[in-house]
């Protein structure tokens, strides 16, 4: 008899498990209690406009992701991919067309904005960094003297980007990871999605489960997961139903309510702004950092996804603003935004996206489960299971098809 498998949860990680049994041929059935499919990553509505719950960027490393997107998407590509280049203040930094490490290491000694003594010490410490046992981010780029401004300008934007986590307390092993598959080479590509983030993947991915016999039910939650002496009962608005196993694939402080053990974890916020401008308004990259002021990082969605005049700002991890209201925080960003853009008008609109716990703190040594769990059948996925990268999309997926292994690995 077929295994009946529940999936609970519709974000990344979800849909990815049950996409992955559905190529393996198993009906699986999906539960989302919101009635959008993404999870974190999912699309919003404002006044007419398609929006990202939070401004995402992918890089050519996140693999398990992308050939995802393929699968869904075929020959068509729903992102613009661009080489890597990184604009902070003064900073250039843009990867040449030259094999890897060579297209690095030229856009490191060309970089522009920093001392050839500085140069020189960032790809000494990218060539030679290294851990035997892990501590913060901090202490390692004083370990290997990497000075105030290279810091400020390269590492620091780095970290809290791809980590969402302060210099002070994030870890050196996972900052390390990203580094090694995130700079040079193909992997080191940004990826900017043409779509919303729901039609990107979880919109097709529910396309192709329903085809092969399965079920994903949006507005539907799951209270409470029971185990039985065969299987499993999950409590839905829909009634009682049995499961021969469960991929659990919801944020790790929702696993309490359903009856499960407690992961216990640390959350980082980001901040995400849209500032809808006059259609000829455009900065002059798709995507630029800077070190000082409230927003990190400003994206031109115009350049790549067709809404012109449309600026995406983001402050990744904790700070002072998060005392602050959206309207001043909407207000500060379109000061830093006219600072940059001379002349530029007021917005027509702007809509704060502000996600508390956006994703867990990665801190030194810290503990991440494993996709199996104690109970046989049941199985964790997410960004936040056992991965050597951070919470991220990348590591959703790759614990989604994970989780889906160990659901159709034999007994």
Not at 222 to 228: A, D, H, K, L, N
Request: with cysteine; hydrophobic share 40%; proline share 6%.
């Amino acid at each position: 008899m077929a295994q009946k498998i529940a999936v609970v949860g519709g974000g990344y990680a979800g849909m990815a498990a049950a996409f992955t049994l559905a190529e393996a041929g198993v009906k699986a059935t999906v539960f989302e209690s919101a009635k959008t499919l993404g999870g974190r990553a999912r699309r919003v509505e404002s006044g007419g406009f398609f929006l990202d719950n939070g401004q995402h960027i992918l890089m050519g490393c996140y693999t398990a992701t992308l050939s995802l997107i393929e699968k869904v998407w075929g020959e068509k590509q729903p992102y613009s991919r661009f080489p890597l280049e990184i604009s902070v203040d003064e900073l250039e930094i843009r990867a040449r067309k030259l094999p890897s490490p060579l297209d690095l290491l030229t856009g490191f000694l060309f970089a522009k904005g920093i001392s050839i003594s500085e140069r020189i010490s960032a790809i000494r410490f990218l060539g030679t960094a290294k851990l035997d046992a892990d501590r913060s981010v901090k202490k390692l780029l004083e370990q290997y003297h990497q000075g105030e401004k290279i810091t400020r300008l390269l590492w620091e934007p780095l970290c809290i980007s791809a980590l969402n986590t302060p210099l002070a307390s994030a870890s050196a092993r996972v900052f390390l990871a990203v580094l090694r598959d995130g700079l040079g080479g193909s992997g080191s590509d940004m990826i900017l999605p043409a779509v919303d983030l729901t039609s990107l993947f979880p919109e097709g991915a529910a396309k192709r489960i329903r085809e092969a016999g399965g079920e994903v039910r949006p507005s539907t939650p799951v209270r409470t997961i029971r185990r039985m002496e065969k299987g499993f009962e999950l409590d839905t608005a829909s009634g009682t139903l049995h499961f021969d196993q469960v991929i659990v694939a919801v944020p790790p402080w929702q696993l309490q309510r359903l009856g499960l053990p407690p992961v216990e974890f640390s959350y980082q916020p980001i901040v995400t702004v849209y500032s809808q401008y006059p259609e000829t308004v455009s900065l002059q990259r798709p995507m630029q950092g800077f070190s000082t002021g409230l927003a990190q990082w400003f994206f031109d969605r115009g350049k790549w996804c067709g809404q012109k005049g449309l600026i995406a700002s983001v402050t990744s991890a904790e700070g002072e603003h998060m005392k602050l209201r959206h309207e001043e925080i909407a207000k500060q960003v379109h000061l830093e935004t006219s600072a940059r853009i001379p002349g530029l008008p007021d917005p027509l609109w702007q809509k704060v996206i502000a996600e508390k716990r956006a994703t867990f703190a990665s801190t030194p040594d810290l503990f991440r489960p494993k996709n199996a769990t104690a109970w046989p059948g049941l199985h964790l996925a997410g960004d936040y299971t056992e991965s050597e990268y951070p919470s991220t999309l990348e590591a959703a997926t790759r614990s989604g098809i994970a989780a889906a292994k160990l659901a159709l690995a034999p007994e």
